[in-house]
């Protein structure tokens, strides 16, 4: 499967943006979907997953109750609505296929991962 990441940009403490990974190959629904992120300097941390179903979903605590991950299986596409954003949310955002289908937090379990798009909070 390959995934497109979009919907990064510049945005002000506590502002929101939405971002949106499309995928295309293979069925979407097999996959479970996730986001991960990388601030400049640090490793890559875990952000959000869902279920391949779109039932169940998980988030890292430092994003729970500011960001939800949702998806469309009939659009192929996994979103992530970021809400009061932090100067601390600055990062590259990536999503991710895993092909158990059940969310996980660990990158490893991840087959497959799109290319990134920037996200810079501004304080």
């Keep these: 499967v390959q995934l497109q990441a979009s919907g990064g940009g510049l945005v002000q403490a506590g502002g929101s943006l939405r971002l949106s990974c499309a995928a295309s190959g293979r069925t979407f629904s097999r996959y479970a979907m996730g986001w991960f992120r ?3 300097g640090k490793e890559r941390e875990f952000v959000a997953a869902i279920h391949r ?3 169940n979903t998980y988030y890292a605590s430092s994003v729970k109750g500011r960001f939800t991950i949702s998806r469309d299986n009939a659009k192929n596409t996994v979103y992530l609505q970021m809400n009061s954003l932090k100067a601390e949310d600055t990062a ?13 937090e660990r990158d490893i379990n991840y087959d497959y991962w799109g290319q990134g798009t920037e996200v810079t909070v501004s304080s």
């Design 38 to 40: 990388q601030a400049p």
């Design 53 to 55: 179903s779109g039932l």
């Design 92 to 104: 590259v955002y990536y999503c991710a296929a895993d092909d158990s289908g059940l969310i996980s």
